[in-house]
Every structure is written in structure tokens, then in C-alpha cells.
């Protein structure tokens, strides 16, 4: 079998809880423990061009585990939560892991080669994001029939809802709207999730998400 795509046992251990659990705590800590202490782990764990120039690549993970404010993280758990733990019941919790952060690290590699060439070394990317439109992508391919309630009213198609989102972040991040958001780095943990089911399963998205 080819050692791309083989399967990992299927368990169901509940890793999306534990991420989220992790996300909170750093959040919380921050917050808690002062203004000097935020600095320093905005520093060591944000993805900052500069610093990955000097060799901090574990940025490129822990990345994911640093939020700037309230709503940031708020937003990024419940998607993770809605999301994730659907996801993670169809894949196994190995398989979402690997996914998780693959999607996730990729998105972060790809937005420091937009930084570093156009010049935007002291940028300080942060947030679950990138990896969490690949999560979404991937409730969009397994649940194409789900319907999900924008803003608690407006019902959409799970793949209608995911393909939209990647529309806005598109124009978007060609119009430079919402300069505070990493809408590249949101492109990127979709497409590296769209690579991610076509290499490791063999699973075309586009068919599953249009039913073609």
C-alpha cells in the first residue's frame, strides 16, 4: 500500500477538545498573568518573519496556539468546536491531527514567503485560522448535505458556506480589506486541505462538495 495513503487505526479519542483546551489556556494565561508576559509569548509563539529568519521555526506550529483578543478566540474554538469534532469522528483522531496541523503549519510556511517578499518581516501572524478553513473544507467534503445557520438564520449548504467564505477571503485579500486579518494565510489552510484529500485519500473535492 502506498505509504501516503495509509490508513491510520481508527480511534476516537476527542483531540478537538484538547486543542481547544490548549487554545484557552495559553489565551487565559496571557491574559492573566500581564501586559510583559503577553508580549514575551506573542513573541516566542506568533509566526514573526524576522524571528522564522533567525531560526524560529517551531513558529510555524505554535503559531496556531496564540490569539490577539477575545473575539479572535471565541470566533476560532466555536468554528474548531462546530466543525472539528464532526470532522474528527469521520477521520479518527490520528488522521485529524495530522491534518490539523499539516493544513495548518503549510498555511503558516506559505504566508512568511508572502511576508518575507513583500517585505513584511516584523508582521506577528497568530491564530487557528488557517487551519480551521481546512477543517471546514473538510465538514464541507464528508457532510455535503448539511445545512449550517449563518449567524443562527440564514441556512446554507455546508460546500455553499465553505466555497463562499474562500470567495470573500479572495476578494478580500485582493482589495487588502481588513488589513488586520491573515486572509492569505485563510486561503492557503483551504488549499493545502483541498492538496491534503487529494493525495492522502485520493478524494477529488470538487465532486463531493458539487455533487459532480
Do not use: C
Not at 121 to 131: C, H, K
Not at 165 to 176: G, K, M
Amino acid at each position: 500500500m502506498n505509504i501516503i495513503r495509509r490508513p491510520f487505526k481508527y480511534r476516537n479519542d476527542g483531540v478537538v477538545y484538547w486543542l481547544i483546551g490548549v487554545n484557552v489556556f495559553i489565551f487565559m494565561t496571557a491574559q492573566f498573568l500581564g501586559r510583559d508576559f503577553r508580549y514575551f509569548l506573542t513573541l516566542r509563539l506568533s509566526m514573526i518573519p524576522l524571528a522564522v529568519m533567525e531560526g524560529w521555526v517551531w513558529t510555524f506550529v505554535t503559531y496556531m496556539f496564540m490569539h490577539g483578543n477575545f473575539s479572535h478566540i471565541i470566533f476560532n474554538m466555536f468554528g474548531l468546536y462546530i466543525f472539528g469534532v464532526q470532522v474528527e469522528r469521520q477521520m479518527g483522531s490520528r488522521e485529524f491531527l495530522l491534518f490539523y496541523f499539516i493544513t495548518g503549519s503549510l498555511a503558516g510556511v506559505f504566508s512568511f514567503a508572502v511576508y518575507y517578499f513583500t517585505g513584511n518581516y516584523v508582521v506577528a501572524l497568530m491564530g487557528a485560522s488557517g487551519a480551521l478553513f481546512a477543517v471546514e473544507l473538510a465538514y464541507a467534503i464528508f457532510y455535503p448535505d448539511s445545512i449550517i445557520y449563518i449567524w443562527g438564520i440564514l441556512p446554507l449548504r455546508a460546500p455553499v458556506m465553505v466555497l463562499g467564505f474562500t470567495a470573500l477571503e479572495l476578494v478580500f485579500s485582493i482589495t487588502r480589506q481588513s488589513s488586520g486579518v491573515a486572509h492569505l494565510t485563510h486561503l492557503a489552510g483551504f488549499g493545502f486541505g483541498w492538496i491534503y484529500f487529494l493525495t492522502r485519500f485520493g478524494m477529488n473535492p470538487w465532486r463531493r462538495l458539487t455533487g459532480r
